[in-house]
C-alpha cells in the first residue's frame, strides 16, 4: 500500500513539473508565434492585393467575429482595388487556411495566399512550393532573391495602426517598398492559378484546362480544401459586402 501511494505522489509531481513545463513554454513563445503569424497575413494581404498603397483598410461590420474581418485595399490614386478576407477548410491531414483578394467589382480573384497548412509532406506540401531560380553560383555566393519581411511591429514609424485577424492592435507596415516587392517574389504555380477566376471557374480538374484549377498530383484531397478555403473567403465578402450572389461574366 505504501508502495502504491509513493508511486501515485511521484506521477502527481511529474504530471505537475511537466504540465509547468508545458505552460512556461507556451507563454514564453506565445508572443513570438503570434509576430510571425501577424507578419505572414500582413504579407498575405499585399500579396492578394496587389499594388495596395499603405496599409489596408478594415471595413468589418460590428460584432463580426476576429477570423471573419474584411479588408478594402486602395491604389495610390485612392482607388479601390479590391477586397479581402480569410478562409479555410479541412483538408487532407490538417485546416488549410488561405487570404483572398476579389476584385472591386465582386466578379473574379485578385490572388490568393496560402497562411497555413500542415498536408502530407511532397504531395499536398506542393501548394506553397515555388520553383527556384537559384544558380549553384547564387547559392554559393549568397545571392539568392531577398526574402521579404514586414516590419509591423515597430511603432516609430508615425503611421495609424490598423488590425488584423485574432489581434487587436497592429501597426501598420514601416517600409511599404518591402510590401510592394512581397507582391512581386514568384508565387507557387498552384496559388497562380486562381488569378482572375471567378467563382464558377474554382472547380478541380486533373487534366490542364485554363478555366478550371488543375489538381496537385496525389493530392486531390488537399486541392479540393484549397478551392474551399478561397470559397470560405469569398462568401464572406459577398455576404457582407454585396448580398447578390457574383456570378462568371
Request: aromatic share 8%; hydrophobic share 40%.
Amino acid at each position: 500500500m505504501q508502495k502504491k501511494v509513493q508511486y501515485t505522489i511521484t506521477l502527481t509531481i511529474v504530471s505537475l513539473l511537466a504540465s509547468l513545463g508545458v505552460s512556461s513554454t507556451f507563454l514564453l513563445t506565445k508572443n513570438t508565434i503570434k509576430k510571425k503569424e501577424l507578419a505572414a497575413r500582413t504579407e498575405a494581404l499585399y500579396r492578394v492585393l496587389p499594388g495596395l498603397e499603405g496599409a489596408p483598410v478594415e471595413i468589418t461590420p460590428p460584432n463580426v467575429s476576429d477570423q471573419d474581418r474584411i479588408y478594402k485595399g486602395l491604389d495610390k490614386s485612392g482607388h479601390i482595388i479590391g477586397y479581402a478576407a480569410c478562409g479555410e477548410a479541412q483538408g487532407y491531414s490538417s485546416k488549410i487556411k488561405v487570404m483572398v483578394g476579389i476584385d472591386s467589382h465582386f466578379e473574379k480573384v485578385i490572388g490568393i495566399s496560402v497562411l497555413a497548412q500542415n498536408e502530407t509532406p511532397g504531395l499536398g506540401t506542393k501548394m506553397t512550393e515555388v520553383e527556384s531560380n537559384a544558380t549553384w553560383w547564387s547559392v554559393i555566393f549568397g545571392r539568392e532573391a531577398e526574402s521579404f519581411n514586414v516590419k509591423a511591429f515597430d511603432d516609430d514609424s508615425g503611421f495609424e495602426a490598423w488590425k488584423l485577424p485574432v489581434y487587436e492592435q497592429v501597426q501598420r507596415a514601416k517600409n511599404v517598398k518591402q510590401a510592394t516587392k512581397a507582391a512581386d517574389k514568384p508565387q507557387p504555380w498552384f496559388q497562380e492559378q486562381f488569378k482572375h477566376k471567378t467563382h464558377n471557374q474554382l472547380i478541380v480538374t486533373k487534366v490542364p484546362d485554363p478555366e478550371k484549377i488543375l489538381a496537385i498530383t496525389g493530392a486531390t484531397i488537399s486541392t479540393k480544401a484549397v478551392i474551399n478555403a478561397v470559397q470560405n473567403a469569398l462568401d464572406k465578402v459577398t455576404r457582407i459586402l454585396q448580398p447578390t450572389k457574383w456570378e462568371i461574366k
